[in-house]
């Protein structure tokens, strides 16, 4: 088994594929693992004596415990060894008038009786026998592929101010059994412009194919060799999501996907030819039309056989086709974050805080979030779920996350309201109104201690008087906070307003009269 652990998200599709009776074989194609990797992490999986789908519902933590663990790790099997030296003979053998694998497998359990089952040794004799061949003619069943490819041409609009004309790349899907086409054009090949077009593909079938059939994108394979392929995190989230099989294409090889590449050259025809004296202001108005051309290519008859695309895919296909998840898939983005003193992680796109429980306070977390959701991860257990706030510099705070009485809290930093306002006594009245009014500026008074810290900083290097004098003057507006005792003093506009302050006042002389001279 290779050093690095495969991830949690091939795992599921695993489970997801033996759930529903897919052979081993067709399973080490799908995630592009080897046979034997994928034996010893079935046997793991088989050694709880669960089903299948009790284990999808499992949490990734525990699932981790079972796939991960040393004590579930079979041991070398040398019957492999030995039977890979009886292949040659074999294969030879099966030359011979009536001569079967079943016969071959009962002599060879005959002489070693604790050797494979009949399927196990038909499948390693298969594998040994496999071989390449140049060209191959495809048979396609309903539902089992979605072919998607980007067309070598793209379409364009033109830009009603300015008179430029903005291209656009054109994604073209296909079911080869029926030749059921989907073809949109996107902002860009981006990751979340693809899937948000095969989300709406899916919609547009009404249901999930069995295998999704792509060639080598970079939005979606992250490393291709001749025979064994490397997905992307992001594309595995998607697949697990509509429950469907990943393959690609060889490099350079487009009779791997004939259909989609047949159906590239049919969009030529039926939408681009038809488009090319037609002038579009919007990409939304150009996808209009480009369904509009599709509903009539799939409306057309065919040339040789009775009935239309439509007609095949209602007909045969629809029904194949695996039922839609309640919800699009939405992509997931992944950063790091360390647990901060105030038991916060900051999403940094957003410059966001959201709590964790304050046990973790200085660990390092993988926080997954989306458009709606943020999740905040230690290794696979899942310590936070909070809605996602796009508030630049704000924070969301779980009462749950908070320590009793923040003693834990206090005994890690020092710090609590009595602290700082402490701090703040010993400098001037202006400086503890400061204090009072940022710690009451939000829900929970721990939220503000960074803001404190900071403001005590600042009295520290600009000296408590000039400080104090900065809190007078800021005290003078609606608000206040850190960052504006700060520019007072980085602008020394403290200093401003006490020399105001002498330049004005009048000095005391006898022969100035006062208010009560005049009573």
């Known amino acids: 088994m290779a050093n690095t652990p495969i991830s949690m998200n091939k795992i599921k599709r695993i489970l997801q594929l033996r759930s529903e009776g897919t052979s081993k074989l067709r399973i080490s194609q799908a995630v592009g693992m080897h046979r034997t990797v994928l034996d010893k992490y079935l046997f793991k999986l088989e050694l709880t004596g669960k089903e299948y789908h009790d284990l999808l519902e499992m949490n990734e933590e525990d699932l981790a415990q079972i796939v991960y663990s040393e004590q579930n790790t079979p041991k070398p099997d040398s019957r492999l060894h030995?039977?890979?030296?009886?292949?040659?003979?074999?294969?030879?053998?099966?030359r011979m008038p009536g001569v079967t694998r079943r016969i071959l497998w009962e002599e060879y359990k005959s002489a070693h009786p604790d050797g494979y089952g009949y399927t196990q040794f038909c499948e390693h004799f298969a594998r040994y026998n496999r071989r390449n061949k140049a060209t191959m003619h495809f048979t396609h069943r309903p539902g089992e592929y979605l072919q998607v490819d980007f067309a070598g041409k793209s379409l364009h609009i033109v830009d009603r101010d300015t008179g430029e004309v903005i291209e656009y790349p054109?994604?073209?899907?296909?079911?080869?059994?029926?030749?059921?086409?989907?073809?949109?054009?996107?902002?860009?090949?981006?990751?979340?412009?693809?899937?948000?077009?095969?989300?709406?593909?899916?919609?547009?079938?009404?249901?999930?194919?069995?295998?999704?059939?792509?060639?080598?994108?970079?939005?979606?394979?992250?490393k291709n060799e001749r025979y064994e392929f490397t997905f992307s995190e992001l594309v595995n989230q998607w697949s697990i999501h509509y429950n469907t099989n990943l393959e690609a294409t060889r490099v350079r090889s487009p009779k791997d996907?004939?259909?989609?590449?047949?159906?590239?050259?049919?969009?030529?025809?039926?939408?681009?030819?038809?488009?090319?004296?037609?002038?579009?202001?919007?990409?939304?108005?150009?996808?209009?039309?480009?369904?509009?051309?599709?509903?009539?290519?799939?409306?057309?008859?065919?040339?040789?056989?009775?009935?239309?695309?439509?007609?095949?895919?209602?007909?045969?296909?629809?029904?194949?086709?695996?039922?839609?998840?309640?919800?699009?898939?939405?992509?997931?983005?992944?950063?790091?974050?360390?647990?901060q003193m105030n038991y916060h992680v900051v999403l940094g796109e957003d410059n966001h805080r959201y709590s964790v429980p304050y046990q973790y306070i200085g660990q390092k977390t993988r926080i997954i979030y989306d458009t709606e959701y943020v999740e905040i991860f230690i290794g696979f257990k899942r310590i936070a779920l909070h809605r996602r706030n796009y508030k630049s510099g704000g924070y969301t705070t779980l009462e749950e996350h908070m320590p009793e009485k923040h003693l834990k809290y206090q005994q890690t930093l020092g710090w609590d309201a009595e602290y700082f306002l402490s701090l703040a006594e010993e400098i001037g009245?202006?400086?503890?109104?400061?204090?009072?009014?940022?710690?009451?500026?939000?829900?929970?008074?721990?939220?503000?201690?960074?803001s404190c810290k900071g403001l005590k900083r600042l009295s520290e290097q600009y000296s408590p008087e000039r400080f104090e004098a900065a809190c007078g003057r800021a005290l003078k507006g609606t608000r206040v906070n850190y960052k504006m005792i700060k520019n007072?003093?980085?602008?020394?506009?403290?200093?401003?307003?006490?020399?105001?302050?002498?330049?004005?006042?009048?000095?005391?002389?006898?022969?100035i009269r006062g208010k009560k001279s005049y009573n």
Do not use: W
């Open 82 to 94: 030995y039977l890979q030296k009886l292949f040659t003979y074999y294969t030879e053998q099966l």
């Open 170 to 222: 054109v994604l073209v899907c296909v079911l080869p059994f029926s030749n059921y086409p989907y073809i949109e054009a996107l902002p860009s090949t981006r990751q979340e412009y693809l899937f948000a077009a095969l989300n709406r593909c899916m919609e547009y079938l009404g249901g999930v194919p069995r295998n999704v059939l792509s060639d080598n994108m970079k939005q979606y394979i992250r």
């Open 429 to 450: 009245e202006n400086t503890v109104e400061v204090f009072q009014r940022v710690l009451a500026s939000r829900e929970f008074v721990e939220q503000t201690y960074l």
């Open 488 to 511: 007072i003093l980085e602008k020394n506009l403290d200093k401003q307003e006490a020399i105001q302050e002498e330049l004005f006042k009048i000095p005391h002389h006898d022969n």
């Open 257 to 339: 996907k004939p259909s989609v590449e047949g159906s590239v050259y049919i969009s030529y025809l039926r939408v681009y030819a038809r488009l090319r004296n037609e002038i579009f202001y919007s990409l939304h108005q150009l996808n209009l039309r480009i369904r509009e051309l599709v509903e009539a290519h799939i409306h057309m008859p065919f040339q040789k056989q009775h009935g239309s695309r439509y007609d095949l895919f209602v007909a045969h296909e629809q029904s194949a086709l695996k039922p839609l998840p309640g919800e699009a898939f939405i992509v997931k983005h992944a950063t790091a974050g360390k647990v």
